[in-house]
């Protein structure tokens, strides 16, 4: 059976859908792979920072000032990689509510072509069914004209004279 133009518009339209849902796990799957390796570098600073610390307080255990103003030094760049993390996140939200908007979008217009086209393709087969069985269908009219003039038996002739009364149909 060769394909119609809207068989064609029907399988283009589920193609797209199947893409932007496929190019919104992909992001997705992106953006997951920058907030972790966002978290993981930052992370890492803080652990070298908690052993720069640690080493700073081995060699001088008795320099309280000194260590009071590097554990300050670390709570800020720990604060600092909080708000980081956090900016990140939001931005990445922010990226996913974009993206999940446009996915919706153009999952819906893929739909609507593909619906389109579907309500297409079957104006397309009804229009051929019936122009194929028109033919068929004037034929068996035809051969019903024969056979109701040829084939039915003799009725009993009706005269002139006798009308056929009309029924009551009135309910007293």
């Known amino acids: 059976m060769p394909k119609t133009e809207s068989q064609e518009?029907?399988?283009?339209?589920?193609?797209d859908s199947y893409d932007a849902i496929i190019e919104a796990i992909k992001a997705g799957n992106?953006?997951?792979?920058?907030?972790?390796k966002t978290l993981i570098e930052e992370v890492e600073k803080g652990q070298r920072e908690v052993l720069d610390l640690a080493r700073k307080w081995a060699?001088?255990?008795?320099?309280?000032?000194?260590?009071?103003g590097s554990v300050v030094e670390a709570m800020a760049k720990?604060?600092?990689?909080?708000?980081?993390?956090?900016?990140?996140w939001l931005s990445e939200v922010s990226d996913a509510r974009t993206e999940a908007?446009?996915?919706i979008?153009?999952?819906?217009?893929?739909?609507?072509?593909?619906?389109?086209?579907?309500v297409e393709?079957?104006?397309g087969i009804v229009t051929?069914?019936?122009?194929?069985?028109?033919?068929?269908?004037?034929?068996?009219?035809?051969?019903?004209?024969?056979?109701?003039?040829?084939?039915?038996?003799?009725?009993?002739?009706?005269?002139?004279?006798?009308?056929s009364a009309p029924e009551s149909t009135s309910s007293q």
Do not use: C, H, I, M
């Not at 992106?30 to 972790?36: I, K, L, V, W």
């Not at 060699?59 to 009071?68: Q, V």
């Not at 979008?105 to 579907?118: C, D, F, L, P, S």
């Not at 033919?135 to 004209?145: G, Q």
């Open 9 to 15: 518009k029907f399988f283009d339209a589920l193609n």
């Open 59 to 68: 060699k001088a255990p008795t320099d309280a000032p000194g260590l009071l």
């Open 128 to 163: 051929s069914a019936t122009e194929a069985a028109r033919p068929s269908a004037r034929k068996a009219r035809r051969e019903a004209a024969r056979g109701n003039n040829t084939a039915s038996p003799p009725s009993e002739p009706e005269t002139e004279s006798e009308p």
């Open 101 to 103: 908007r446009d996915v």
């Open 105 to 118: 979008q153009r999952v819906v217009t893929a739909n609507q072509a593909a619906a389109q086209a579907g």
């Open 30 to 36: 992106e953006r997951g792979y920058r907030f972790s």
């Open 78 to 88: 720990a604060q600092s990689r909080g708000l980081v993390l956090a900016r990140d």
């Open 121 to 123: 393709a079957a104006r």
